[in-house]
């Protein structure tokens, strides 16, 4: 079955620096792979993903970057701000199916 | 608009005892899941349904069942709780069309087995 491992576990930086999150899968058949952003006490949710035929895909401050043959992606935010503050989650598509598996998060900590 | 809750938001019960956390969305989704949440081990299934009477085991599925018997009602019942349970749940929802994949997630319930 699919794995997901995401790197690193936390993650301090100073306002304004960027900040990157990778993940690595192992199932090649995989075609699609979001982030996910979960502020305390609540539910995770979709800030953006990135579908198996494009490279990159942007908005604003966030972006995501693929690398199939590698079989990892990667979460980019550029200029952090304290309000990005958050545990970051990456996921995949399980069996190719409608699941996701969802890598062990990220907690990061933006210092102002 | 369109939205997923989840209720009780907070739980505290005994071990042994019958508890059902209930989830309900409005997206009219065909797809929904149960997941839990402890600390080092990220996100979890726990069941998923593809539709009304679809029910299917995710990976911690042992101690947990769900029924669906209609498109916007997803509850997971602990048929005896233990301690081990203590945790927070997470329902999630997602849809045929466009954007299969995207999961829209429930506030979430602590659960606390005493």
């Known amino acids: 079955g699919e794995n997901v491992e995401q790197h690193p576990s936390t993650l301090s930086v100073q306002e304004g620096d960027s900040a990157v999150i990778k993940c690595t899968y192992s199932d090649s058949a995989s075609n699609y792979f979001p982030w996910y952003k979960q502020e305390l006490g609540k539910g995770p949710q979709l800030i953006i993903d990135i579908r198996s035929n494009v490279g990159e895909k942007k908005d604003q401050r966030i972006a995501v970057t693929l690398n199939k043959t590698a079989k990892h992606f990667s979460l980019h935010i550029t200029e952090t701000q304290p309000e990005d503050s958050a545990v970051y989650f990456c996921a995949v598509p399980m069996d190719s199916s409608y699941k996701l598996i969802f890598g062990s998060g990220t907690r990061l900590l933006v210092r102002p | 608009d369109a939205e997923i809750t989840q209720s009780p938001r907070h739980k505290i019960t005994e071990t042994g005892r019958q508890v059902t956390l209930a989830c309900h969305q409005t997206?009219?989704?065909?797809?929904m899941f149960w997941y839990r949440q402890d600390l080092g081990h990220g996100l979890r299934l726990i069941h998923y349904?593809?539709?009304?009477?679809?029910?299917n085991k995710g990976e911690v599925s042992d101690g947990y069942s769900v029924s669906r018997s209609n498109t916007e009602d997803l509850p997971l019942t602990l048929e005896s709780a233990a301690s081990s349970q203590t945790s927070v749940y997470f329902c999630?929802?997602?849809?045929?069309?466009?954007?299969?994949?995207?999961?829209?997630f429930g506030p979430g319930t602590r659960l606390t087995v005493t």
């Open positions: 349904s593809y539709g009304v009477q679809d029910t």
């Open positions: 997206w009219n989704h065909n797809n």
């Open positions: 999630a929802s997602s849809g045929y069309r466009d954007r299969t994949y995207e999961q829209y």
